[in-house]
T-cell receptor, first 114, second 112 residues
Framework: GQQLNQSPQSMFIQEGEDVSMNCTSSSIFNTWLWYKQDPGEGPVLLIALYKAGELTSNGRLTAQFGITRKDSFLNISASIPSDVGIYFCAGQPYSGAGSYQLTFGKGTKLSVIP | DAGVIQSPRHEVTEMGQEVTLRCKPISGHNSLFWYRQTMMRGLELLIYFNNNVPIDDSGMPEDRFSAKMPNASFSTLKIQPSEPRDSAVYFC??????????FGSGTRLTVV
């Protein structure tokens, strides 16, 4: 099945710094999603990307759908303490009509030092 | 909208007991997914339904696991008999045509 490689696994940054994380896949995806998970909660959707090359922003977050359809990155600008959490990328392969399952990366654990 | 609602939030049970997890998807969503999250394996898809019909259950670990979706607003994931290695957080998610993919808050299952 598809494999998603997400990096880095963890990062410690100073408040105010920018953050970048990415995901690569061995196969093509039609949709890329980025989620954030806080302790004890389910993943919350941050950004959804539906077209190759698409660049989308949501406040301080920016994500891009790679041209090859095999990668995506997420940037967070001017980090703040509430950005702490685990960030997951997820890809939705095209496997036929009605096939919408997601494959998840292992996550990037972000720690922000005030 | 209340989002995807899962119950219970926490479940502690003894090995061998039956466990039933419940999920109410977002109204109007036609796809429902059950995931399991562990430290070792991350988020894994167990099974998903389209229009209440199971489409892919290849992620269900063993015959001890079963899932049903009797109507568009309710689904269950059952483990019988439960084992300690089933301890994990189980998430339900729903979407409409692959869009608006939303997760519930999860059920933390501990089997002792």
């Amino acid at each position: 099945g598809q494999q998603l490689n997400q990096s880095p696994q963890s990062m410690f940054i100073q408040e105010g710094e920018d953050v970048s994380m990415n995901c690569t896949s061995s196969s093509i995806f039609n949709t890329w999603l980025w989620y954030k998970q806080d302790p004890g909660e389910g993943p919350v959707l941050l950004i959804a990307l539906y077209k190759a090359g698409e660049l989308t922003s949501n406040g301080r977050l920016t994500a891009q759908f790679g041209i090859t359809r095999k990668d995506s990155f997420l940037n967070i600008s001017a980090s703040i303490p509430s950005d702490v959490g685990i960030y997951f990328c997820a890809g939705q392969p095209y496997s036929g009509a009605g096939s919408y399952q997601l494959t998840f990366g292992k996550g990037t654990k972000l720690s922000v030092i005030p | 909208d209340a989002g995807v609602i899962q119950s219970p939030r926490h479940e502690v049970t003894e090995m061998g007991q039956e466990v039933t997890l419940r999920c109410k998807p977002i109204s109007g969503h036609n796809s429902l997914f059950w995931y399991r999250q562990t430290m070792m394996r991350g988020l894994e898809l167990l099974i998903y339904f389209n229009n209440n019909v199971p489409i892919d259950d290849s992620g269900m670990p063993e015959d001890r696991f079963s899932a049903k979706m009797p109507n568009a607003s309710f689904s269950t994931l059952k483990i019988q008999p439960s084992e300690p290695r089933d301890s994990a957080v189980y998430f339900c998610a729903s979407s409409f045509g692959g869009r608006g993919y939303t997760f519930g808050s999860g059920t933390r299952l501990t089997v002792v």
